[in-house]
């Protein structure tokens, strides 16, 4: 049975518990994360050198960006490694209370955490490697949960043209918990021709931001999400929306995969459209669109429609739209710059790919902040320290 402690009047997403749950109060605080990453970064920058022998320099600007590029000559390589988190603890209590194996939707996590992040440089993704650690052998054991998990991995392969080259399978009883997995995957790609690179040097005033539709939590917000199981009457297997979504449990919302982005960027270079600089809206929600170092102010005027299990959450959280903001992807996983007489074609590129895009916003002179106007948000420069 799933906790009952605090549970909410129906399934309507009305708030319950014992009042409103921030990201950090479910466990996870970016204050102490971001120092240790800046921390590494310095270290990190420190290494470049060793590049010189083989004839290769990084892209200093790179750093601090999602994917690193070093400049091998006739094009640049990209690389990043993502982690997809905790989502594998809903699939394995979905698994439970269904028969059902998630793994395949897992598997498209795991790769669209590395290669929504790889692309935002202007890389084309070539090849991926997993890291597939559990808590013991015997998590293998299971058929068909190893079997859609691979299978998985394969489609999502297949739908951005990578080629998986192999990876890792370690057990590790007393490190992992038993019974668990921890998925990574790391991913390598070409920016090529040269001119492709996108690290911001071309943003700038006037520049449109073109938001694109994300399918739900993507692989984000987990630690809050599943904090929140405790106000529902039904656990995972409480309906979200049953009006307009009769049947769509709170678990299975949870586990709609992340989109993979990547067939996007391909389709906008084929359009001869190279953007000026992409947000992966992850961690950090969207402040995200902060990320780039200069000094601008991006005003957002049209906002995309919040997914269902993201308002659930949001509703059942008791959050402000500042703290949901600050967070989720709240209906928008993947942010793209581009001149503003490309900004249309850029929405139909990716609309033709059967993903949603909205013309949200423009960029401007002015103090760094997002200005997020239907909805009242502000966010400054001091909101997001990743460098």
């Known amino acids: 049975m799933q906790p009952q402690n605090t549970p909410v009047a129906g399934t309507t997403g009305t708030t319950g518990g014992s009042g409103s749950l921030s990201y950090e109060q479910a466990g996870v605080n970016y204050d102490l994360i971001d120092p240790l990453k800046i921390a590494a970064q310095r270290a990190a ?29 006739p094009f640049y390589l990209a690389s990043i490694v993502e982690c997809l988190g905790t989502k594998t603890l809903v699939a394995d209590e979905m698994a439970r209370l269904t028969g059902k194996s ?23 993704p070539l090849l991926v490697q997993a890291y597939w650690a559990a808590g013991g052998s015997d998590w293998f054991g299971d058929t068909q ?7 998985g991995w394969k489609a999502a392969c297949d739908r951005c043209g990578v080629a998986w080259g192999g990876g890792e399978t370690p057990a590790l009883a007393g490190i992992v918990e038993a019974g668990r997995i921890d998925l990574a995957a790391g991913c390598t790609g070409l920016v090529n021709p040269k001119e492709r690179l996108s690290l911001g040097d071309k943003l700038g005033p006037g520049d449109a931001i073109v938001l694109l539709a994300s399918s739900g939590i993507h692989a984000n917000g987990l630690s809050l999400a599943r904090k929140l199981v405790e106000r529902l009457p039904q656990g995972y297997l409480t309906e979200i929306d049953p009006a307009n979504h009769p049947g769509l449990t709170y ?4 586990l709609a995969p992340t989109v993979l982005y990547s067939p996007v960027t391909e389709a906008l270079w084929q359009a001869g459209i190279t953007p000026h600089y992409c947000a992966n809206i992850t961690g950090h929600g969207w402040r995200k669109l902060l990320r780039h170092p200069g000094r601008f102010t991006y005003r957002i005027g049209t906002v995309p429609p919040v997914t269902p299990v993201l308002k659930f959450i949001q509703t059942l959280a008791g959050q402000d739209n500042n703290e949901s903001y600050s967070t989720l992807n709240m209906g928008a996983g993947f942010a793209i710059f581009v001149a503003a007489d490309q900004a249309e074609q850029t929405a139909a590129v990716a609309r033709a790919q059967g993903i949603d895009a909205w013309v949200a916003g423009r960029v401007e002179e002015g103090p760094k902040r997002l200005l997020i106007e239907p909805l009242g948000i502000e966010y400054g420069a001091e909101d997001l320290q990743l460098r």
Do not use: C, K
């Not at 920058?45 to 000559?73: K, Q």
């Not at 678990?251 to 949870?254: H, N, Q, R």
């Open 45 to 73: 920058a420190a290494t470049a050198g060793h590049l010189a022998p083989h004839g290769f320099s990084e892209v200093a600007a790179s750093r601090g960006e999602s994917a690193y590029v070093v400049d091998v000559g």
């Open 145 to 151: 949960r190893a079997q859609a998990l691979v299978a």
């Open 251 to 254: 678990g299975e919302a949870l």
């Open 102 to 124: 998630w793994y395949d939707r897992i598997a498209q996590d795991t790769l669209a955490m590395a290669i929504n992040d790889l692309i935002t440089v202007g890389a084309t």
